[in-house]
């Protein structure tokens, strides 16, 4: 009997985060150039690895749980997880400093606007 529970894993990895990126979170970063680029040079990595890993039988994978397509030694499904994987970290980073960036422009704009005062309270008081 086969049952494609690794496989529909990695599907459901992939879907995750793409519905993270374009539907919950709204980070758009797999509509850049820049995202695709860094996960073409990520990918290059994880197929020399996974490559080395399952040609040297160190990880080995029941063939009833996967397709069998496999790239470089590794089943494709592990370029789902893969992709889910860094896909997910990258959009958890650019929401966290997008984040980030929106507590510096409140807190500046707060600051400025007290610095503003105070400093015209003085000048105020130094110029009588």
Known sequence: MIHYGYTAASVLAVLVAVVVDLLVLRTRILRTKL????YGIVIFFQLIVNGVLTGL???QY???VI???RLAYAPLEDLGFGFGLVTLTL?????LEQQARRRQRTTAAGTTSTTTTATTSIDRTTHR
Not at 35 to 38: E, G, L, M, P, V
Not at 91 to 95: F, H, S, Y
């Open 67 to 69: 397709v069998g397509v």
């Open 91 to 95: 959009i958890l980073w650019v929401r």
């Open 35 to 38: 995202f695709w680029a860094t």
């Open 62 to 64: 029941d063939p009833r």
């Open 57 to 59: 039988g160190i990880v």
